[in-house]
């Protein structure tokens, strides 16, 4: 009968230790994922703009230099 006492305490710690995690692990909710997508996506498209804006000044500003040497 010890054993037996252990052993539910056991099963009893094991449970409460899985469901911790399940908590701390589980995705979250649909619309908080696509909020999460979202955002990511603005930012990067933000980066995205922002490397083509300097490329397009880079180009300019040799455009105009070979206008110059000319």
């Known amino acids: 009968m010890k054993n037996t006492g252990i052993i539910l305490a056991s099963l009893?710690?094991?449970i409460a230790v899985?469901?911790?995690?399940?908590?701390l692990y589980t995705p979250k909710t649909g619309v908080e994922m696509r909020h999460k997508i979202k955002d990511s996506l603005n930012k990067e498209l933000a980066k995205l703009k922002d490397?083509?804006?300097e490329f397009r000044e880079e180009v300019k500003e040799?455009?105009?230099c070979q206008c110059q040497e000319e």
């Open 12 to 14: 009893a710690g094991g």
């Open 18 to 23: 899985g469901a911790a995690f399940t908590l």
């Open 51 to 53: 490397t083509i804006e």
């Open 62 to 64: 040799e455009q105009c």
